[in-house]
Structures are given as C-alpha cells and as structure tokens.
T-cell receptor, first 112, second 116 residues
Framework: GQNIDQPTEMTATEGAIVQINCTYQTSGFNGLFWYQQHAGEAPTFLSYNVLDGLEEKGRFSSFLSRSKGYSYLLLKELQMKDSASYLCAVRPDPGGSYIPTFGRGTSLIVHP | SAVISQKPSRDICQRGTSLTIQCQVDSQVTMMFWYRQQPGQSLTLIATANQGSEATYESGFVIDKFPISRPNLTFSTLTVSNMSPEDSSIYLC?????????????FGSGTRLTVV
C-alpha cells in the first residue's frame, strides 16, 4: 500500500524561508513530485526527484532521501503569492502501478 | 508540456441528474487520468482512460457511476451519473507530459461540482 504524510498547515512570514516535509511508505519507489495548488485551481508541477540529494530551481528546492523515505520542499524569500497548498506525490515502482499517489497537501499561509 | 482544456469549470446540479466533463489535450497522449478532490483532501484517482479500450477503475469507483469515454488520443469525458450531494467535489483530468527535463503530470483546470 501507499502512505504519504505531510503537515496539514504551516504559516510563515513574507521574506522568510519555509521547509515542508513529506514522509512516505510505499510499495516500491520511482520518483517523488511536488505540486503547488492555489485555491480553486489545478495543481501545477514544481519538481521531480528520483535520486537522493537536493535539486534547486530558483526560490524553490526539493530534497530526497530514499533510504529514509523522506523529502522536503524548501521555499526561500517567501512572497504572498506562495500562499497555496503543496502536494507531495510518490510514483511507485514501474513494475507495478506507475500512477502517483498524492498526499493530502500542506496549506501554506504567508503573512506580511 | 501539454495543455489541457477542461470544461465546464463549475456547475450546480440537481440530485439524480448526470453531468459530463470534457478534457481536450493539445497533443496526443496514451493515457488520461481522472481524479476527484474533495475539500481539504488529497487527489483520489478515479480511473485511467486508454484510447480504444475500457477505462481501468480504482477501488471504490465503478463504470456505472462514472462512465468514461476516450474516442481518440486527445480527448476524454467523465460522466458523473445519478448524482447525490456526496458527489460534490472538484474533478480533474490529467496526463503525463514532459516537465522540467523529465516527466510529470499536467492537470486540467478542474470542474467544481455542487449537487443540491
């Protein structure tokens, strides 16, 4: 089975740094996604990690440790527009189902 | 990456009626996925739609309730049949597409359904 855990809600101040954690227990692993979803909109792709380590893309970075079943999304220089839900999704082993399982999402509130 | 046009964006429907949601992709894709997202909840996969074959439904979802069509490689529909208030949710279609140098999932803009 698949189990993905991430905090329900986080708050942070504009200009600060926030780290959103995701832990997973899945039957096989073939990559982890992070998506951003603003209220009333569709999720949009942020990152995909398949190997251990940190991947940086501008203000956003994503880290993966496969041995620990752990990932985080790091958001720097927070802006008000970063207030959104952040979804962690794991793609299982391609030998089985390749369709990702999504976590419940972390609602991030950025305040002035 | 692929662009998906999904409609309607929202609807309010009477219980017992049916609503058909359409997704049009700007490129040919093998598989299209249909998800449901209830308020504050995760995305739940309803079914996978392949062109030329019957859709594959996840546990808890059946064809009679959620019939799917996939007439070609760029289009699919999901019908929510005999609706009840419990069907009120956001419905999203998705395709696998190239993103960020690899492959990720692109979503349609979603259909917000309210059943009264």
């Amino acid at each position: 089975g698949q189990n993905i855990d991430q905090p329900t809600e986080m708050t942070a101040t504009e200009g600060a740094i926030v780290q959103i954690n995701c832990t997973y227990q899945t039957s096989g692993f073939n990559g982890l996604f992070w998506y951003q979803q603003h209220a009333g909109e569709a999720p949009t792709f942020l990152s995909y990690n398949v190997l251990d380590g940190l991947e940086e893309k501008g203000r956003f970075s994503s880290f993966l440790s496969r041995s620990k079943g752990y990932s985080y999304l790091l958001l720097k220089e927070l802006q008000m527009k970063d207030s959104a839900s952040y979804l962690c999704a794991v793609r299982p082993d391609p030998g089985g189902s390749y369709i990702p399982t999504f976590g419940r999402g972390t609602s991030l509130i950025v305040h002035p | 990456s692929a662009v998906i046009s999904q409609k309607p964006s929202r609807d309010i429907c009477q219980r017992g009626t049916s609503l058909t949601i359409q997704c049009q992709v700007d490129s040919q894709v093998t598989m299209m996925f249909w998800y449901r997202q209830q308020p504050g909840q995760s995305l739940t996969l309803i079914a996978t739609a392949n062109q030329g074959s019957e859709a594959t439904y996840e546990s808890g979802f059946v064809i009679d309730k959620f019939p799917i069509s996939r007439p070609n490689l760029t289009f699919s529909t999901l019908t929510v049949s005999n609706m009840s208030p419990e069907d009120s949710s956001i419905y999203l279609c998705s395709v696998e597409a190239e993103q960020g140098g690899g492959y990720g999932y692109t979503f349609g803009s979603g259909t917000r359904l309210t059943v009264v």
